[in-house]
């Protein structure tokens, strides 16, 4: 039974999962966190009030 000898197969699948492990995680996060959110102000800003020539 061909299936039962892990020669074949068996490194392909060992380098496959160090390649997942430990490559792909450093090339995935950087798509996932480019941009480092900004905390917001605890100040709330004043509105300016608005010029209505008319009134």
Partial sequence: MPQLNPSPWFL???FA???FL???PGKV???LS???P????TQKS???PWNWPWA
């Fill in 22 to 24: 430990t490559i792909m």
């Fill in 34 to 36: 480019n941009n480092n």
């Fill in 12 to 14: 392909i699948f060992l």
């Fill in 38 to 41: 900004t905390t917001k102000s």
């Fill in 17 to 19: 999962w160090v390649f």
């Fill in 46 to 48: 004043q509105p300016t």
């Fill in 29 to 31: 996060m950087s798509y």
